[in-house]
């Protein structure tokens, strides 16, 4: 495999069932879903990456790197700091403000130093995985997708999951704008099932 299928944006990375092997996969948005890889932030925290193993796990449900790439400790550091400053500067923007510089420095870091090359293969945009360090350029496949949804979100808007305890992030594109929960699979539902028993 030479690299992961890119369609129009980073975003659509191939069809994910919403929970796969312990990961939140039902967001539509690349990005996202790697903010919740840090679930329940506003409840007692789930680190759904605790481990490389995992680590590459997340980027292989995502149909992203190799399944052999090595991954570092070091890495898994890196990437933990990369999702912090995702979900950082999405909860500024949807609470209406601006990142802070330092978490679009890390986010533009990430996109200049890393991130692969997207080619047209066969009539399909792929990005073309390097050899070396695979599992840190699908990081920044990740970084690209972060920057494309947080600046340039034309055709819907930012918004932080209403679920309490989960504080994930989606881009609500809905008519009316009336979507309240980054996943109906897991947040939408859990409300839901909380309402039923209340009534
Ligand atoms: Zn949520």
Redesign the pocket.
């Known amino acids: 495999m030479t690299g992961s299928s890119a369609a129009a944006s980073a975003s659509s990375a191939g069809a994910v069932r919403p929970h796969s092997d312990g990961f939140r996969l039902g967001n539509d948005v690349l990005a996202f879903r790697f903010v919740?890889t840090l679930?329940e932030r506003r409840g007692d925290p789930v680190e759904r990456i605790p481990t490389p193993e995992r680590l590459r796990a997340w980027l292989l449900a995502n149909s992203l790197g190799k399944q052999d790439m090595p991954v570092s400790e070091s890495l898994l550091k890196e990437a933990r700091e990369l999702r912090e400053a995702i979900h950082r500067s999405g909860v500024a923007i949807a609470d209406g403000g601006a990142p802070d510089p330092a978490a679009e420095r890390l986010l533009n870091r990430w996109n200049a130093r890393h991130r692969p090359p997207l080619e047209l293969d066969g009539g399909v945009a792929r990005w073309r995985l390097p050899d070396a360090d695979p599992a840190r350029a699908a990081l920044a496949i990740v970084a690209f997708d972060a920057v494309a949804t947080l600046g340039g979100h034309a055709g819907g808007v930012i918004k932080r999951?209403?679920?309490a305890t989960?504080?994930?992030l989606?881009v609500d594109t809905s008519r009316g704008g009336r979507r309240r929960?980054?996943?109906m699979a897991?947040?939408g539902n859990k409300v839901k099932k909380a309402n039923l028993k209340r009534s």
């Open positions: 919740a679930s999951c209403e679920q989960c504080d994930g989606f929960w980054c996943s897991t947040c």
